[in-house]
């Protein structure tokens, strides 16, 4: 990879999509210019350029690298050395979602983005979000007795947490992940 004077090009784009995610984080998409992230990272307009022409190259980086991390770490919470239980599935999702404010608000912002008009990252979602659904159809696939409703359980269990990550950033009186996991497991009945 090229070197710049500031470092390789691999540092200088995660530096960019760092700076990126925490601005928009906290400011949103259409209040982050290019100019607040250049300033923000220490990196010349010029170089941030090299690496994105508009901001919706960067927004479609920052939504991809996002879902990415997202599901590596459901992942990476749901025990590989047993089949999973709709317990651990619904508490990774919503340990995942809801630890990090700023993940949050970045989710919601990106989500706004995608059906607001940005069709590459309203596609995005739809890869990602199918993505979560196989997974929850395939823990249900291992688990015993009728296997009814798979499409609209994993649907059902992406939209409550979106929900809920909608209610912690708008500060609702908070519910426990425990409580939420248990109301959920009683009303599929599982």
Do not use: C
């Not at 947490?161 to 992940?177: A, C, N, R, Y």
């Amino acid at each position: 990879m090229a070197k710049t004077n500031k470092g390789s090009s691999k540092d200088n784009r995660q530096k960019i999509l760092e700076t990126a995610m925490a601005i928009i984080g906290k400011k949103g998409v259409e209040k982050t210019s290019l100019a607040h992230i250049s300033q923000a990272s220490s990196l010349s307009k010029g170089t941030l350029y090299y690496y994105y022409a508009s901001k919706n190259e960067l927004i479609f980086d920052i939504a991809d690298l996002h879902m990415k991390r997202i599901t590596r770490d459901l992942f990476g919470m749901i025990d590989k050395n047993k089949p999973p239980s709709w317990e651990s599935i619904f508490t990774a999702f919503f340990n995942t979602l809801l630890s990090s404010e700023a993940r949050s608000r970045l989710h919601l912002y990106l989500i706004r983005e995608a059906i607001s008009g940005n069709e590459s990252l309203k596609l995005r979602f739809q890869q990602t979000y199918a993505q979560w659904f196989g997974l929850v159809d395939k823990a249900y696939a291992t688990m015993p007795g009728p296997q009814t409703g798979i499409p609209a359980r994993s649907k059902f269990l992406v939209a409550v947490v979106d929900g809920f990550i909608l209610q912690e950033l708008l500060k609702t009186d908070p519910t426990s992940i425990k409580e939420i996991v248990n109301l959920i497991l009683k009303t599929l009945d599982t």
